[in-house]
């Protein structure tokens, strides 16, 4: 999905409220988990409050970092500063590696040496709260990342989409150990730890694609591909090569020309294939090299 066309000033805009909130978001669920855990001692809720600490610090790190993509390009940085958002998304992903080590090693103690459970209302009622708030975020993150296709908020969506499901489960797992299920608190918080770590992973693994300059899919170097040949002047295209740093797209490609065509000629339709590709991809920045068809060209 291609994001959305909109002004820079726009898309920045929209960029800095999903960070502020999700910042915010976090420190407001640490308070109110911690206060929640120190009541029911509960390994689940535990759980979520570490995972929230470590929302917290992915979150101001992502703060940073959008910022600083934002700023426009400069005589050391000419291709921008878009890979600070995948710096952020790996650090993410180490953040939260971490977290899934020390809730395994938590909960292997808690199942060694069971601790019965308190107030457990008071855990349903605060994790039912981090439910609300965090859907709520997860809104705001959905459409920032529509509009803008940011990296870093996506990254900071997916695993806010894991703290999502990892509230259900808490509160799932606090109402059976009413009914003598203590002990799936544990075993739940082992679970919570390896679903965090496969969020990890693929956090990890998207932000060392794009730090290699992975290529683009394969369905959008088609379609640009697509675009460039259906000018009817354009007689082929190759040595296409793409990258992306944060939310921008680097295109290049060899567009191919009868041989007796003025170079004047072939510029402009250079420049309408420019176009037509920006008009569907707003964030990509196309360089285009003009080729004589007879000439030896490469696969």
Known sequence: MNPTVLPPEQAARLLRLATNASVATA???????LAAWALSGAVSVMASLV????????????????????????????????KAESLAALGQATFISGSAVFLV???????AHPVPLERIDVGI??????????????????????????????????????????????????????IGF????????????????????RIGRDAVYMLMDRQLP????ERMRSIAEAHTRVLGVHEMRTRQSGRDYFVQMHLEFDDHIPLIEAHGIG??????????????????????VSADHPS
């Open 51 to 82: 995972d929230s600490m470590m929302d917290a610090l992915a979150s101001i790190i992502n703060l940073v970092a959008v910022r600083y993509s934002l700023m426009p390009a400069d005589q050391y940085h000419q291709f921008g500063h878009g």
């Open 182 to 201: 203590g002990q799936l608190d544990a075993i739940l918080g082992i679970a919570i730890a390896v679903f965090v770590s496969v969020s990890a992973w």
């Open 105 to 111: 090693l938590h909960a292997l103690e808690r199942l």
């Open 271 to 292: 420049d309408v294939v420019e176009a037509e590709i920006l008009r569907e991809f707003p964030n990509a920045d196309v360089l285009i090299h003009h080729d004589p």
């Open 218 to 221: 394969s369905g959008v170097q």
């Open 27 to 33: 420190l407001l669920l640490i308070v109110a988990k």
């Open 125 to 178: 009622a605060v994790i039912a709260f981090a439910t609300v708030v965090t859907l709520g975020l997860l809104l705001l993150q959905r459409y920032v990342v529509k509009k803008t296709g940011s990296t870093a908020i996506r990254a900071d969506s997916l695993h806010y989409t894991t703290d999502l499901l990892v509230n259900l489960s808490v509160i799932a797992t606090l109402l059976l150990s009413t």
